[in-house]
């Protein structure tokens, strides 16, 4: 019996060990970190991550978390709102309670967890730092809050590449998450208080909600794939293969996608570069539309076309395929 060793329990490293065992493989999963942890990350979860799921019979486990019910998405440009429905339900789950079910799933079915730095591995699913000129890098934060919520995942759209996602997550929490360039918070000296505060429409939403958690921060993040590099006899999964930008809400979606395909590859012995075609032609469309995006959305005309394009096919240009 072939043997994956997975580096990275993650997302993407689970759905990598659960799709190897399935393809009748033994997986070792390897995760030094403390697990499960709040990372920064909008916490939302597309519709199509119920279809991921489901193909692994984790819908009931995923539904017992009772994760927040998304209808609508709501794209705010300064004062003006552009609110449309979801083609189907999306939820909002928290990282820590998502990359629980997930490890504890593939540990029920057969996986083992190694508490250790892996000299090497099949399947990398690490997620990725990549170095940027300072001055010009972007910054991720993230904070729970209780309150009241509602069914929408909004998203505000800040001068400059800058946005701040608001959704709810599971127990009645909502989850701020967001982007901005390095100028704008070290003018602020790092403080994500002021900078949420100083922009009107976004503190209006906060008004009323009561932070639960200290603000998180990490950085700098960098946009790119590694889809046509040669990444030798390892499979790359989630981060590690590309990193798409948080506003298209399809990060979670897309390492669910590329870990499925690792670990069936890995289990196989695939060529490991038929499994980055398999992974462009997934990925690409998506990824060079939200390069396009993020372009528009940095120029001085950027924000006030996008006020008019449907935020239907906003999102349903942004979406992997599965």
């Known amino acids: 019996m072939a043997v994956v060793r997975v580096v990275g329990a993650g997302p993407a490293g689970s759905f990598a060990a659960m799709a190897a065992l399935e393809a009748g493989a033994a997986v070792e999963i390897f995760e030094k970190s403390p697990f499960p942890r709040h990372k920064v990350c909008g916490e939302f979860l597309s519709p199509e991550v119920v279809e991921m799921l489901d193909r692994y019979g984790l819908t009931s486990p995923f539904a017992s978390l009772r994760p927040a019910r998304l209808e609508r998405m709501s794209l705010f440009?300064?004062?003006?709102?552009?609110?449309?429905?979801?083609?189907e339900p999306a939820h909002g789950l928290s990282r820590h309670a998502f990359d629980r079910l997930l490890l504890d799933q593939a540990l029920s079915r057969g996986a083992q967890l190694c508490r250790e730095h892996a000299q090497h591995g099949h399947v990398i699913a690490t997620g990725r730092k990549d170095a940027a000129p300072k001055g010009r890098r972007l910054f991720g934060f993230k904070a729970h809050f209780s309150?009241?919520?509602?069914?929408?995942?909004?998203?505000?759209?800040l001068p400059g590449y800058s946005y701040v996602g608001v959704s709810a997550i599971e127990n009645g929490y909502t989850n701020v998450c967001g982007l901005a360039p390095e100028p704008a918070l070290a003018g602020l000296n790092f403080d994500i208080d002021a900078y949420v505060n100083g922009h009107a429409p976004l503190a209006r939403r906060l008004m009323g909600l009561r932070q639960s958690m200290a603000w998180m921060k990490t950085g700098p993040l960098v946009f790119g794939n590694r889809l046509t590099?040669?990444?030798?006899?390892?499979?790359?999964?989630?981060?590690?293969?590309?990193f798409i930008d948080p506003f298209t809400g399809s990060g979670i979606l897309g390492a669910l996608v590329t870990g499925s395909l690792a670990g069936q590859a890995a289990a196989m012995e695939s060529d490991p570069r038929e499994h980055l075609r398999n992974c462009r032609n997934r990925?690409?469309?998506?990824?060079?539309?939200?390069?396009?995006?993020?372009?528009?959305?940095?120029?001085?005309?950027?924000?006030t076309v996008a006020r008019y394009v449907p935020p239907q096919i906003l999102f349903h240009i942004t979406r992997p395929g599965i």
């Open 77 to 87: 440009f300064g004062d003006r709102a552009r609110t449309a429905r979801f083609p």
């Open 283 to 303: 990925l690409r469309p998506s990824l060079r539309t939200a390069a396009f995006l993020r372009a528009a959305l940095t120029s001085r005309w950027g924000q």
């Open 147 to 157: 309150g009241p919520a509602n069914d929408a995942m909004e998203l505000y759209f």
């Open 229 to 242: 590099s040669d990444a030798g006899n390892r499979y790359l999964a989630g981060d590690q293969l590309s």
